[in-house]
């Protein structure tokens, strides 16, 4: 049985899972209000933009997204009946299929990117100080590599 968390640790865990879920909700409701899109969306979207060609195989995109593979299918399925991104073959091996962004799709994400970076702004990144910011990025890197 793993040992109880003492005082301290609880507080950083409770604060940390609160501020985080209300953060991530906010930043949610906003995005979806603002253009449509969905955190999830957004952020295929933006991995799709980085990647060479604007496109990925769905298994790099999964590992990158931390997405099981049924739900990268369901996400990826749900982004091309809107015309966001669209589904190939691999030229590879023409076994695997690749996401692709389309040119709606980066149309989509140079229409949200302003607005969602208001907010990212506003609730998060203006609230900090540049050691601040240092030290979470230091912490959630080694939390993410773990």
């Known amino acids: 049985m793993a040992e109880p968390l003492t005082d301290d ?7 940390f899972i609160e501020s985080s879920w209300a953060l991530h ?14 955190m999830n969306d957004y952020h ?5 933009s ?6 990925l195989r769905m298994g790099e995109l999964a590992a990158s997204l931390v997405f099981s593979p049924s739900r990268i ?3 990826i399925n749900s982004m091309v009946k809107r015309g966001l991104v669209r589904k190939q073959p691999c030229p590879e091996d023409g076994r695997g299929q690749e996401a692709v962004l389309t040119d709606e799709g ?8 302003p607005l969602h970076l208001i907010t990212v702004r506003d609730r998060f990144i203006d609230r900090l100080d540049p050691d601040e910011l240092e030290v979470i990025h230091r912490v959630f890197e080694k939390v993410r590599k773990a």
């Not at 980066?106 to 990117?113: R, V, Y």
């Open 50 to 55: 980085e990647a060479p060609g604007r496109r």
């Open 44 to 48: 295929v979207l933006v991995t799709l």
């Open 9 to 15: 640790e609880q507080r950083a865990w409770r604060t």
């Open 73 to 75: 299918t369901y996400q």
């Open 25 to 38: 909700t906010h930043l949610e409701d906003d995005l979806r209000a603002k253009t449509g899109l969905s």
């Open 106 to 113: 980066m149309a989509a994400l140079e229409s949200a990117a």
